[in-house]
């Protein structure tokens, strides 16, 4: 059955009203949970007291930078960059515990300070997490699926290395490893994948 014109066409007869208000919008909801998250491991302070220790300090601080750029990366960017396009999100700012976020050349400055003694630091902060999160879970059994994949960068990136790539040999790649996670609590009989 065919419909009439009157029944399939609209008439546009005003302009829709269009108002600006104070309202803080933000598309970034779900990183409250994630906030939230961070506030009961206490992350930030172990973060500061971790960083502290090898001499990582500055007026942003170092802890607060750090959750700036795990922000980043929840909401999408992956250039730092792009913390222009995200940096007056009121949620973000909530997220980094922060009134604003510094230029993208603070964020530079403080990774390239970063030392092989602030990098173990860290790796010292998140296996301690991991082991708390283990025994908080009583877990007797983490089952762990790694996974290879390659990627291919610029002839000038520092750590790449040729031959990773069997369909490209002669470009520059990383290998980086990926891993998922499964897990059997006490008194539990099924598994929970992470």
């Known amino acids: 059955m065919r419909l009439s014109k009157d029944r399939i066409r609209a008439r546009i007869e005003s302009d829709l009203p269009i108002t600006f208000g104070a309202e803080r919008l933000t598309a970034y909801g779900g990183l409250e949970l994630v906030r939230r998250f961070v506030v ?7 973060l500061e007291t971790t960083l502290a220790g ?6 942003y601080g170092a ?3 750090c959750l700036a750029i795990v922000g980043l990366l929840l909401v999408g960017g992956w250039r730092v960059t792009h913390l222009a396009f995200v ?11 922060l009134k604003q976020l510094p230029a993208d050349r603070t964020i530079v400055r403080m990774l390239k300070s970063f030392s092989s003694s602030a990098l173990l630091a860290l790796q010292d902060l998140v296996r301690d997490l991991m082991h708390e999160a283990i025994a908080r879970a009583k877990l007797t059994r983490i089952t762990l699926d790694l996974d290879g994949t390659v990627l291919r960068t610029g002839a000038h990136v520092g750590g790449a290395a040729r031959g990773y790539n069997p369909h490209h040999p002669k470009d520059p790649s990383y290998s980086p490893r990926t891993s998922r996670s499964s897990a059997r609590s006490c008194g539990s009989g099924t598994d929970r994948g992470t």
């Open 40 to 46: 009961a491991l206490d992350l930030r302070r172990r």
């Open 63 to 65: 802890a607060r930078l």
């Open 87 to 97: 940096g007056s999100d009121p949620i973000l700012l909530r997220f980094c515990a």
């Open 54 to 59: 090898v001499g990582m300090r500055g007026d």
